[in-house]
């Protein structure tokens, strides 16, 4: 994971791109290199609206561009202001199914001087997938979007 880690802060670094370009990167990079992470996608909280909207992702497109806060793992975080790891999607009951595939899921939110302003969302093909290295490194990832936004 420590060198994942190296790999998100060059990719972050990157002066010639966008926030949205490098977290477009960050994206590709961990669904490329992480065997159990299928989909990797970043969703942004509108706390007028209370939705949640579908930023930079890499995977399969997805239906699901905006979710209303409480509605789905997702929605639930955007609430709680809690990482959310699912090991099981079959048992939760207020859960948005994005593909037949999916096994798993863990939503971390993203900090932004305190306010929850969103989150990584990562779908698992692999049954409880996900350890503390994961919950460590998406939190890391988080941290380290924050500086650029
Ligand atoms: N499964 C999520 C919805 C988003 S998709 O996984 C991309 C949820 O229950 O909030």
């Known amino acids: 994971m420590e060198n994942h880690k190296s790999q998100i802060r060059d990719i972050l670094a990157q002066t010639t791109k966008t926030a949205d370009q490098k977290m477009q990167e960050v994206c590709q990079y961990l669904q490329q290199q992480i065997p159990h992470y299928?989909?990797?996608?970043?969703?942004f909280a509108n706390h007028e609206h209370r939705t949640l909207h579908l930023g930079p992702f890499a995977g399969d497109p997805t239906d699901h561009t905006v979710i209303p806060f409480g509605k789905g793992i997702c929605g639930q975080v955007a609430l709680s202001n809690q990482n959310f790891v699912v090991p099981d999607v079959k048992a939760q009951d207020n859960y948005?199914?994005?593909?037949?595939?999916?096994?798993?899921?863990?939503?971390?939110?993203l900090f932004k001087n305190g306010v929850n302003i969103g989150q990584i969302d990562i779908d698992s093909h692999t049954p409880d997938p996900f350890t503390d290295?994961?919950?460590?490194?998406?939190?890391?990832?988080?941290e380290r979007v924050a500086e650029i936004l």
């Open 38 to 43: 299928d989909w990797v996608g970043y969703y």
């Open 96 to 109: 948005i199914a994005c593909s037949l595939h999916v096994k798993a899921e863990i939503v971390v939110p």
């Open 133 to 142: 290295a994961d919950v460590d490194l998406l939190e890391f990832v988080n």
